[in-house]
Structures are given as structure tokens and as C-alpha cells.
């Protein structure tokens, strides 16, 4: 006989005590081969998964069990994904978004947190978490007087245990520093990627904008403030390689239209690119299909892509295979390779968030700058 599906598992349920039984002790969702059921318990008119994978509909309705409080809704994903999901649930005509009661993993970012499925093959890295002995960095806050955006800026410098003054240290500069700090564990990713000698000691300046969507659409204002302003500040306080192979472009989404725009606006500054999920959305014909914020990038991208200069040497690139911006970023790799650009292609069955850029961070770094042990 045919063992039952999870799903025809519970729609067999008759009671709320056997409901009770099937959820005592049971990890939720539950993750039965490709198969990953999700289950929401409680009174309500409507229940809706909410997910953030590309191609499917955002929308999923649940199912109830007659005569129960328990919902559920099955999906099938191929190994190794990570998946970010919230429950919408309708009660009396209310309407809410919520973390599932049932499962205790949540990734967190800047508009608060999402409940989080792990499903067969994938596993945290073992370098995102402290590891006991580990040399640990330090955090360093300086402000600088910018003349460009008429005010102050203040930046985080992440200087590694291992920094001394004789050395020079190869420089990134991170867009959405404090986010990658808070989100996707960067310090400590590093100081674990160091300590192990799979990178050398890097300084890292984290960077934070005023006005995001406009000073990382392309804006020659920011390029102008990273190159005229910052490097010459971070060049007189610590150590650094001076030439452009010691020096790196990093960010994620709209971070990363920033730190391509600045390559290309300053040519011969930075030699490397880490490109997270870039928002490099272009147009070959007609008008782009996103957001109006999306205005100014596409301007940018159809400029670079006419004319791209010798704006890197390396470029590390990563994205979701679940997110939108996939068909930008995979555009993005016979055009670096046409104009004989260094370049690394790596795609994670994951959505547009921090932890799947936490998750890729050893692969950039390692590959634009390997350490001893490689």
C-alpha cells in the first residue's frame, strides 16, 4: 500500500484531540523529503502562506482540517533550499501578517523578520557562528565632514585582530555596513574566514547611506564621496595597499548598483566587485516592468552596458535562483565574460535576503581573495 502523504495524513484527522496527538513532539513544518508542509493552528476565516520565491504565487491558500483549528498547505522544493515565509491569517474581517508560532528559526533584517524553513541538503554554514578561540576584530566608528552630501557621515571600520601598522591590508568598502553587520554576522563571518587562513586580513569600511534608493541608484554623487572623500580618509588612518588590487567594491541589491556605479564612474580605483543579488535592472528595448525608484538604475545599467570601461578586474557575483532580480544578474555573466573580465558565478536555491548573502560570503571573499590555506 502507498504510505500516505503528510498532507493526506492530516486531511484523515476527524478531531481536535487527534490533531493534538499528530502535532505532539513534531517539528514544524514539517520537511518529509522534497515535500515541506507548513501548519498554522489557531480560529480563523482565511489562512495564507506567504513567501518571497519568484515564478510561484506569493499568495498559497491553506487548507483547514473539518472540524479542527489546524491549516496546512504543502509545497516541494529541490535540495538545499532556504526558504522565508510568514502566515497571513483572516479573522473577522482583519487581515495579518505573522511569524509561525510553531517554528523558533527566524532571520531577522531591517523591516523586522521572516520564519524560515530549512529544507533537506541545506545547512548553516559553520563559519557565520563564533567559534571558541577564534581571533576577534575589532570595531572602529570615525565621521567624516562631506562635502558632497553637505554634512556628516559616519563609518565603521572593521579592523582584524591581526592588523598591524607595518603591514599594508588589502581595503573593502561594504555598502549597508551596519545591515551586513546585523543581518548576515560580518565580523564574525570574517574573523572565522581569517583566523582559518582562507582570506588575509582585510579592513573593512562599512558604509551607511542618507537617502538609499537615490544615492545607490547609480548616483555619481556617492561614487564621488567614496573616491574623493573616504578612500583618502581610510588611506591616512590605517595601513593600506594603495593600488587598485588592493582595494574592493561590496554590496547587496541596490548596494550593489552602488558599488558597480562606483567602479565604473572612478576607472582604475578598484580592481575586485562582491555583487550580492545586484539590482541591475536594464532595458535592450522598451520600458522596464519595476518600481519608478527603478528609474535612475536602469539609466546607469543601459549607460554601462553601451560603455563599460575598464571599470574591474574581478567580479564576484551571487544571487538567488528564487528571487526576480536572477535574470539581471545571470545577464550580467556573458557580458563580463565578452569584455574578458575575471568572474565567478555562484547561485543558492534562496530568496533576496541577508542570510542567503550571509551564506555566500565565504565563496566572494575567498575567491577575490584567497588566503594561505588556498
Known sequence: ?????????????????????????????????SEVTFVFRGQADRVELRHWIYGLPSNMPMTRVAGTDLWHCALEFPEESRVEYKFEVTRHGHTEWILDPANSRIAHDPFGGNSVVHCRGYEVPSWVHEIPDTAKGK???????????????EVRVYVPDSYRRYRRHRLV?????????????????????????EIPPLVVALTNPGDRLLEYAGDRRHSQHLVEELLPELESRYSLITEASGRCLMGASFGGVASLSAAWHYPGIFDSLLLQSGSFAFTDIGRHWRDGVFDPVVKFMNAFRREPGDFARNVFVSCGLYESLIYENRSLIPFLHRHGIRHRFVVARDGHNWENWRDRLRDGFSWLFPGPLW
Open 1 to 33: 500500500m502507498m504510505e500516505l502523504t503528510v498532507s493526506q495524513q492530516l486531511d484523515r484527522l476527524k478531531s481536535m484531540e487527534e490533531v493534538d496527538r499528530w502535532v505532539r513532539g513534531r517539528s514544524l513544518p514539517d520537511v518529509t523529503g
Open 139 to 153: 570595531i572602529e566608528t570615525i565621521t567624516i565632514e562631506s562635502l558632497v552630501f553637505r554634512g556628516p557621515r
Open 173 to 197: 568598502i561594504a555598502h549597508d555596513g551596519d545591515d551586513y553587520l546585523r543581518y548576515s554576522r560580518l565580523a564574525v563571518v570574517l574573523d572565522n574566514l581569517i583566523d582559518r587562513f
